[in-house]
């Protein structure tokens, strides 16, 4: 059975700072997403990471996949007060599967 | 384009009273899904259909049916509600593979409470 751990679940840091949230899972995986959530809001898809060594980059957030050792990273970098709001990664199994399964989000609180 | 539109946003429902949520999609996609959300557990997939006429149960099924007629619409009826099915329910799509795109496009949710 897919499970897929992040840490941490809470991240406070302030801006300017630079930061990792960690996705681990447990099995062979197609693929690997990584949303963010407003309080209150929908999920807006960030990145969809493909095969090993997959690195994405979008504004001051940059993700990579490690398939080896199973493993995902978000890398926030000069962090602002905007980028404040739950992150989730979500991977789905080796074989085609369309069950997505998700991690339990990090809440990133950007402090002025 | 609308994107995937759910309704209604928000429902109250009295414990053993059935109900249905809405989703659709206008972007012709195949694969529509349903989740989940509850405090503290990240989405837990509940049903999902890769076409019309085709479906199969997620992580947490029990107490949802879903019907995929046609391939806008994919609602989910709960049979007989219980406080255990207060959560916020969000619907996805996206296209199917072959396409070289696997982007999500998740709906606005519906915030249901059961009391």
């Known amino acids: 059975e897919l499970k897929v751990e992040q840490n941490p679940l809470f991240l406070s840091m302030q801006e300017g700072k630079n930061y990792t949230i960690y996705c681990n899972y447990s099995t062979t995986s197609d693929r690997l997403y990584w949303y963010r959530q407003d309080p209150g809001k929908s999920l807006e898809s960030l990145f969809v990471?493909?095969?090993?060594?997959a690195v994405k980059q979008e504004g001051r957030l940059m993700a990579s996949l490690d398939t080896k050792a199973r493993l995902s990273t978000l890398h926030i970098t000069a962090a602002v007060h905007d980028l404040s709001a739950t992150y989730f990664c979500a991977v789905t199994p080796q074989g085609g599967s369309e069950k997505l399964v998700f991690g339990k989000g990090t809440k990133l609180t950007v402090n002025p | 384009n609308a994107g995937v539109t759910q309704t209604p946003k928000f429902q109250v429902l009295k414990t053993g009273q059935s109900m249905t949520l809405q989703c659709a999609q206008d972007m012709n996609h195949e694969y529509m899904s349903w989740y989940r959300q509850d405090p503290g557990m990240g989405l837990r997939l509940i049903h999902y259909?890769?076409?019309?006429?085709?479906?199969d149960q997620g992580e947490v099924p029990n107490g949802y049916n879903v019907s995929r007629s046609t391939t806008e619409d994919f609602p989910l009826r709960l049979l007989s509600a219980a406080p255990s099915q207060t959560s916020v329910y969000f619907c996805?799509?996206?296209?199917?593979?072959?396409?070289?795109?696997?982007?999500?496009?998740f709906g606005p949710g519906t915030r249901l409470t059961v009391t």
């Open positions: 996805a799509s996206r296209t199917s593979p072959g396409t070289g795109l696997y982007e999500q496009y």
């Open positions: 259909s890769v076409g019309a006429g085709i479906t």
């Open positions: 990471l493909l095969s090993n060594g």
